[in-house]
């Protein structure tokens, strides 16, 4: 048993190997230090890490990273190739490539921009609340050793306010609703769908073996599940239970 445990070990470990091997990122318009571009490679290996961890289909060999040191440049492009707006970063994927505004956000921007061309690659239209949720989880990757998610405090803060208020029906909403609703509904002050989308995410990805349910998840959603469906099959049976753990799991974040 030992012998086949550490064999398995030893197999994940060059998979790994392999994935940051193979990869190669290729940089457009401007290059970012070697420490920058260290950190980058790293994120991005935990991130395949993840999806080849809930056996979603990787292929990976080259991404072009397109950065603009001048913001002007940045957004007369932007203009020019997509109707992104975010003035730090966007995934164009009718151009296979990451482009970034190189501000102090530069490596959050990237690695929620690389979990966006990693789920699409395969998902084409993925539900915004797992596309977004799952990308804005990836932005707070701290480049520890080991790396570690860091909680987005504000968010977290904003769902422990909202727990008292019925949130299970704002849940409901952002699982059940279009792509386009989740945007009409994502507003200042309190961005509520991708506040409720990265909480979604957050609180799955903490509990015991939450990476394997997300996963299953997704593998319901990419087989034309309705996201209700697919949590439903996937927690316990119950979107009812589900929202008592969302729940319970937020009042008591401390």
């Known amino acids: 048993m030992k012998k086949i445990l550490v064999i398995l070990v030893v ?3 060059i998979t790994s190997i392999f994935a940051i091997e193979e990869f190669k990122m290729t940089f457009i318009n401007e290059n970012v230090s070697k420490d920058t571009e260290l950190k980058m490679r790293e994120g991005s290996n935990y991130i395949i890490n993840f999806y080849m961890n809930i056996n979603f289909p990787i292929q990976i ?3 072009n990273v397109r950065v603009f040191t001048f913001f002007d440049d940045y957004k007369s ?7 992104a707006k975010s ?3 966007y995934f164009s994927s009718s151009k296979h490539e990451i482009v ?5 956000k530069l490596i959050k921007t990237f690695h929620h921009e690389f979990n966006h ?18 990308s804005e989880y990836f932005e707070y990757l701290n480049n520890s050793n080991p790396i570690t998610i860091l909680p987005q405090k504000n968010k977290i803060a904003r769902v422990k306010s909202w727990v008292d208020e019925k949130i299970e029906n704002d849940i409901e909403k952002i699982l059940s609703g279009s792509n386009k609703q989740w945007t009409e509904q994502n507003i200042k002050p309190e961005y509520r769908s991708s506040t409720i989308s990265y909480a ?3 609180f799955l990805m903490s509990i015991e073996n939450g990476d394997q349910i997300l996963g299953k998840i997704i593998k319901g959603l990419m087989n034309g599940e309705k996201s209700i469906e697919a949590i439903r099959s996937t927690y316990h049976g119950s ?16």
């Open 11 to 13: 197999l994940g470990f």
């Open 61 to 63: 060999s080259n991404i």
């Open 77 to 83: 492009h932007q203009k020019l190739n997509s109707n």
């Open 87 to 89: 003035n730090n970063g």
């Open 100 to 104: 970034l505004f190189s501000n102090e």
């Open 117 to 134: 061309y990693l789920l699409r690659a395969y998902f084409k239209k993925p539900p915004k609340w797992v596309n977004e949720g799952l």
């Open 200 to 202: 979604i995410v957050f």
């Open 239 to 254: 979107i009812t239970k589900f929202n008592e753990d969302f729940i319970r799991f937020y009042s008591e974040w401390n």
